[in-house]
């Protein structure tokens, strides 16, 4: 990892900023000025990741909200979760499983091996937690877990704030789901604007490898109006959409679920992605870190 330096003042009795060089860009920890022992991660500029050490079950970015919905309404409350995350980031919604779900069994996948080293030194896990972090590629890493060991997937993997090509197929899709034990559910952060044709498309990619099916986003986003983040979620059984439809509608940012037919048909007739035709996400537009 390049050496990692203090950045900006914090204030009186209060952390500085640090900065550090790692694999993706420049990555900053930056704390946060009305959480005590909040902080958010950036990279080059654009938001990864907040976390608060002290209560790992705040969640405050929007899209992390709706994943630790998904989180606490995949098995009966407290129960424990065997669970992988794709994309580490500052390891957010691991903490948030071990806090909400003691003794699940966790593994993160992390292909930035010095963004990993800076987490782990800045903003330690607890020693509890059963979370284990590797640094390898997404894809690679799942192709060595076996088959039906996860109960959930996560994923929330950006490279220069672009979903890597080879995490939108159908070919990994099936990787994912072999993972899965039944009834197990997929949750992947994707981002997109207008025309939507990456989130039609990846809902059509889904939609070839599962049968069950629902997005979580800001209306406007589903809408096309702006820029911004839609989770999907997908899974060989019946999903819990009302409970969920509910949590996401009364968040402080609220949201809107899609499923069902009405899901599938805003694809437009969209195909499903293979790795033959596989590209990126679509860069965001420059004023969305503004």
Same mark, same amino acid.
């Given at each position: 990892m390049g050496k990692s330096k203090r950045g900006r003042a914090g204030g009186p009795g209060r952390p500085e900023t640090v900065v550090a060089q790692v694999d993706g860009g420049v990555a900053e920890l930056i704390p946060d000025p009305e959480v005590p022992h909040g902080w958010s991660l950036l990279i080059d500029g654009a938001p990864q990741s907040h976390v608060d050490l002290a209560d790992p079950a705040r969640l405050t970015f929007a899209y992390q909200r709706r994943l630790g919905h998904v989180a606490d309404l995949a098995a009966p409350a407290g129960q424990p979760l065997r669970a992988v995350h794709l994309g580490g980031g500052?390891?957010?919604? !691991? #903490?948030?499983?071990?806090?909400? #779900?003691? &003794?699940?069994?966790?593994?993160?996948?992390?292909? =930035? !091996?010095?963004?990993?080293?800076?987490? &782990?030194? #800045?903003?330690?896990? =607890?020693?509890? !937690?059963r979370i284990r972090v590797r640094s390898a590629d997404a894809r690679a890493g799942l192709g060595r877990i076996p088959d039906g060991w996860a109960d959930l997937i996560i994923a929330d993997v950006f490279s220069g704030a672009r979903t890597p090509a080879h995490l939108t197929s159908t070919e990994f899709l099936a990787e994912?789901?072999?993972?899965? +034990?039944? +009834? +197990?559910?997929?949750?992947?952060?994707?981002? =997109? +604007?207008?025309?939507? !044709?990456?989130? &039609?498309a990846q809902v059509a990619t889904a939609a070839a490898v599962f049968p069950e099916l629902a997005l979580a986003a800001d209306p406007a986003v589903l809408r096309g109006r702006r820029f911004g983040n839609a989770i999907l979620l997908a899974s060989d059984l019946p999903l819990p959409v009302a409970e969920l439809t509910r949590r996401v509608a009364t968040d402080p940012h609220p949201g809107r679920v899609e499923h069902g037919r009405e899901l599938i048909d805003s694809t437009g007739g969209a195909l499903a992605v293979t790795d033959a035709n596989a590209r990126p996400s679509p860069a965001p537009p420059p004023a969305v870190f503004r």
């Open positions: 500052a390891f957010t919604l !691991a #903490r948030y499983i071990a806090a909400t #779900r003691p &003794r699940s069994t966790q593994q993160v996948l992390e292909v =930035d !091996a010095p963004l990993v080293q800076l987490v &782990r030194e #800045r903003l330690p896990l =607890d020693a509890r !937690a994912v789901r072999r993972v899965l +034990g039944p +009834g +197990g559910q997929y949750a992947a952060n994707l981002a =997109d +604007g207008p025309p939507l !044709a990456h989130l &039609r």
